[in-house]
Nanobody, 120 residues
Framework: VQLQASGGGLVQAGGSLRLSCTASGSTTRLNSMGWYRQAPRKSRELVAA???????NYDDSLKGRVTISRDNAKNTVYLQMNSLKPEDTAVYYC???????????????WGQGTLVTVSS
């Protein structure tokens, strides 16, 4: 399984970015997909996640500014980020959770990360 993320870059405060992440390889048992971020000198934190059935989970502090969506046919998850702030500057990581073959567990995979820089 590989996760390929894209869409990061430099944006001015107040601007928008859309991140994309596509899972490839053996994706039959793909379950949830989501985004995490890690700012300099901080721990990695959840931004948003979505299950295969469309159930979403957002970090409370980001609700209203970010929207996660998913195209199951393409094994792709998107993160639309609006009204970006300098404190949103971080490396954004795509993550995907797969059900194990025996159906009793979960395995998670991570993408390489894409840098989002918001200038003031």
């Amino acid at each position: 399984v590989q996760l390929q993320a894209s869409g990061g870059g430099l944006v001015q405060a107040g601007g928008s970015l859309r991140l994309s992440c596509t899972a490839s390889g053996s994706t039959t048992r793909l379950n949830s997909m989501g985004w995490y971020r890690q700012a300099p000198r901080k721990s990695r934190e959840l931004v948003a996640a979505m299950s295969s059935t469309g159930i979403t989970n957002y970090d409370d502090s980001l609700k209203g500014r970010v929207t996660i969506s998913r195209d199951n046919a393409k094994n792709t998850v998107y993160l639309q980020m609006n009204s970006l702030k300098p404190e949103d500057t971080a490396v954004y990581y795509c993550a995907a959770v797969f059900v194990t073959v025996d159906g009793k567990g979960m395995n998670d995979y991570w993408g390489q990360g894409t840098l989002v820089t918001v200038s003031s």
